[in-house]
């Protein structure tokens, strides 16, 4: 093997000229007309979509005159206070009934502490069977000490399908012959 390096074929070498700044210029104007010409365009077709929907939205009732024109925000009627400390007041005062969830995270909350009570209390199941509930931490060190039931070589026989008890019982009597 040698050290010596081949010369590299063709120039080897750096551009000599830099990138036109014309040339990215002209693409950047191009990219922002492009980018407003998508914009009025998808514009148009919302606005047009929205206009269908308007002209195809059934009336509430016959019997209510004041409807909104736009259900999907609030009317003003409804004050949006900041300030409002009681919730529920706040709730009841600006919104219609009927008010279906008006405290969902202090609900979830409720609904967690039930569990973890119900999951680490001891508590009767059925008081006349005798049946229990212990905490989940004392079944899992009564698991440890005592470890899972099983079942013995009899009983498992006897779980057996009877089609099968009857395929072992007969097979040495065929032996036999």
């Known amino acids: ?100 969830e008006t405290k969902e995270r202090i609900q979830l909350n409720d609904v967690r502490l039930k569990e973890e009570r119900r999951l680490a209390t001891y508590a009767y199941i059925d008081e006349k069977a005798g049946t229990v509930r212990i905490p989940i931490e004392r079944a899992m060190d009564l698991i440890a000490q005592r470890g899972l039931p099983t079942r013995t070589q009899a009983a498992a026989t006897d779980t057996q399908p009877k089609a099968q008890q009857e395929q072992t019982k007969a097979s040495p009597k065929q032996k036999k012959k």
Do not use: W
């Open 1 to 100: 093997m040698t050290d010596q390096l081949k010369p590299a074929q063709g120039h080897g070498d750096y551009e000599r000229r830099d990138i036109g700044v014309a040339g990215v210029l002209y693409f950047l104007l191009g990219l922002a007309v492009a980018g407003m010409f998508i914009y009025f365009i998808v514009q148009g077709v919302y606005g047009f979509l929205e206009r269908r929907n308007e002209s195809e939205q059934t009336a509430v009732s016959p019997l209510v005159t004041n409807t909104p024109k736009d259900t999907r925000k609030l009317p003003p009627e409804y004050k949006t206070d900041a300030e409002s400390t009681d919730y529920e007041k706040y709730l009841e005062q600006n919104f219609p009934a009927p008010q279906l």
